[in-house]
T-cell receptor, first 112, second 116 residues
Framework: KAGVTQTPRYLIKTRGQQVTLSCSPISGHRSVSWYQQTPGQGLQFLFEYFSETQRNKGNFPGRFSGRQFSNSRSEMNVSTLELGDSALYLC???????????FGSGTRLTVV | AQKVTQAQTEISVVEKEDVTLDCVYETRDTTYYLFWYKQPPSGELVFLIRRNSFDEQNEISGRYSWNFQKSTSSFNFTITASQVVDSAVYFCALTEGRDSSYKLIFGSGTRLLVRP
């Protein structure tokens, strides 16, 4: 079965711009979580969506937002990009906590 | 607050050596899950194992084994007879729950280099 698909794989944006990243979970998985990975801060939780509702949110500014569609696909948006937003953004889908989380290959965002 | 500590930043071994990656965690939850993930250079986090707080049985899967000890809040990972393909960054993670939602708290990772 298909895994978690994230698009695009790479992005280069300019400071001040905004960006939208996409995540398609494994079929049947209704929970989608997003994580940011940077060399300095490591892997940090951004937010989790379940059945189109945000259930949990990490400690990130309001410039980071997301949504989930009825088919469980999710998007995250970062507005007014800063250099520090350069990171690998990973999406994970889950059917059940007991079964764990499956991660996508990530989107590597570079802000210049 | 939940915390995961992977004190080993980088480990270098020669192929066929055994290697143990340490993971120590802190949590106030009575029910929690622990995970190990492998991150190769491609970036994807590959699931290795999940363990819940009520199951302290050690587990072996091929060359991989895990030692979970609640008394010391540790969940260590051993690779027996390491291979070059094992080279990657390994992350230990702990769940933190709120209502029906969970998130993973990751350690800082251990970079394993297996030299031929």
């Amino acid at each position: 079965k298909a895994g978690v698909t994230q698009t695009p794989r790479y992005l280069i944006k300019t400071r001040g711009q905004q960006v939208t990243l996409s995540c398609s979970p494994i079929s049947g998985h209704r929970s989608v979580s997003w994580y940011q990975q940077t060399p300095g801060q490591g892997l940090q939780f951004l937010f989790e969506y379940f059945s189109e509702t945000q259930r949990n949110k990490g400690n990130f500014p309001g410039r980071f937002s997301g949504r989930q569609f009825s088919n469980s696909r999710s998007e995250m948006n970062v507005s007014t990009l800063e250099l520090g937003d350069s990171a690998l953004y990973l999406c994970a889908s889950s059917l059940d906590l007991v079964l764990g989380y499956t991660f996508g290959s990530g989107t590597r965002l570079t802000v210049v | 607050a939940q915390k995961v500590t992977q004190a080993q930043t980088e480990i270098s071994v020669v192929e066929k050596e055994d290697v143990t990656l340490d993971c120590v965690y802190e949590t106030r939850d009575t029910t929690y899950y622990l995970f190990w993930y492998k991150q190769p250079p491609s970036g994807e986090l590959v699931f290795l194992i999940r363990r819940n707080s009520f199951d302290e049985q050690n587990e072996i899967s091929g060359r991989y084994s895990w030692n979970f000890q609640k008394s010391t809040s540790s969940f260590n990972f051993t690779i027996t007879a390491s291979q070059v393909v094992d080279s990657a960054v390994y992350f230990c993670a702990l769940t933190e729950g709120r209502d029906s939602s969970y998130k993973l708290i990751f350690g800082s990772g251990t970079r394993l280099l297996v030299r031929p």
